[in-house]
């Protein structure tokens, strides 16, 4: 149940906090006694989970995915390169978030760590299991430590609050002022990627709530305690506890640019408008899923199960040939050329840019490949992002950026290419230093007389 902010202090300045308030992300902020609380905050950062824990979660996951059909709009939107997800934290989150992370890595090839509440961790093995999974304690130096090591982090800064939702919250941001993951994502120039879930919360009905007349005591008294109210009491199917089999839908947005700020994490103005931009984002989000939910024809479980849906990308049915160059790129960033060889003809050419030192035309799958590594090489470049990716003519435009480890552009940063497809392969691929150059390359291929 990856948490993430805590509420903020009353007083931000000055070492001292609301009664009650507990150190977390939102509470090492910027001003006076930053350092102080720095020193005090360790950095505890468990290994991220490798490729093939990824592909074991994702074969557990398997019959419940089978079920839930999870359906996925705007996972095209996810940039190659360390980003921070920010987005509504369904009622209880592990209903849900499991299958999205499943999802990002199935699709996209993406790992995620989650940030965790500190309760989390005093139950023993439930806190082995968040660790293994890659959870990292929520607290502002791990999330730090995590985006200088170029890891994409998930938090919901809803927090518990929304996991605990009262009757009749369904799918509200419950955010507060809360402004900690913006601060770190301006500090680090993170992109942030809105995200939005739906249909967990439809998965039990709540009996009783921390509004509930006599619950409401026990759940002030257990926030003093332990800092967490009551969790609601609820029913699945029927009488028991087992959920509903409702249908999933996961929703992403465009990234959010934070980089503009000048990592000034300690401006609240700031702070401010990048919240209020994905917050935003995330509510349209919302209305989008449940708007697309409303008009599934497949939403019921015997529907589902009869259409046995496996649904592709947009771009893979609306531009099937540019969706072929994408995931060409997305299997170059994950297994390297050997990953991309299968979407390479046996008698692909190669074309560099004319400016490109040692340029030429190279040929044969082999040598192509090892041009492209070489290449990649010489700039420092570790993944490459298509930024977009269309058919014109008989060719695909693709754009894309070159990133180092780090997620910073080399320089040059931008290329374009086009590519022809036949057969469901590249077989020729022209590489120009900017995407007029393509433009006008294809508009005299179109011109020439067949």
Known sequence: MPRVQPEEPTRRRGGSRSPGARPGLDRAGAGSGTTEVRKQQAVSLPQAPDRRQMDRMTSILAPVRRVTQPKVLGIERVPHRPVLF???????????????????????????RGLGDHAHYAIPVWRDLLTMGGMVRGTRENVRALMRAGQSTLVFPGGADEVFKARGQEYRLLWKERLGFARLAIEFAYPIVPFAAVGAEEMYQVLVDSRTPGAAQVSAL???LVGLQLP????????????????????????????????????????R????????????????????????????????????????????????????????????????????????????QLTDPPEQPGASTWRGRDRVLARLDQVAAEL???????????????QVLAVFEL????????EP???????????????RMRVFLDRNEALGANKQNEQRPT
């Open 222 to 224: 257990m926030r003093r």
């Open 232 to 271: 609601p009491m609820v029913r699945g199917v029927g009488p028991t506890l087992l959920p509903r089999p409702e249908r999933l839908y996961f929703w992403f947005g465009d990234p959010v640019d934070t980089s503009s700020y000048g990592g000034a994490g300690n401006d609240d103005a700031a702070a």
């Open 86 to 112: 920010v987005g509504n934290h369904t009622r209880y989150g592990f209903l849900d978030l499991p299958l999205m992370m499943s999802e990002l890595w199935t699709r996209r090839r993406i790992i995620v």
């Open 403 to 410: 990133r180092g480890g780090s997620g910073a552009p080399t």
């Open 273 to 348: 408008t990048v919240r209020d931009e994905v917050r935003a984002a995330v509510e349209e989000g919302i209305r989008t899923l449940r708007f697309e939910r409303e008009h599934d024809p497949h939403r019921g479980l015997l529907p589902r199960l009869r259409h046995e849906e496996h649904e592709l990308p947009e771009l893979a049915t609306a531009d099937p040939d540019a969706w072929l160059v994408t995931r060409a790129f997305e299997d170059w960033n994950e297994h390297g050329a050997a990953g991309a060889a299968a979407w390479v003809s046996r008698w692909a």
């Open 413 to 427: 940063q931008a290329f374009a290419a086009l590519v022809e497809v036949d057969q469901d392969q590249i077989v």
């Open 380 to 394: 420092g470049a570790s993944s490459v992002e298509v930024t977009d990716a269309h058919t014109v003519g008989d």
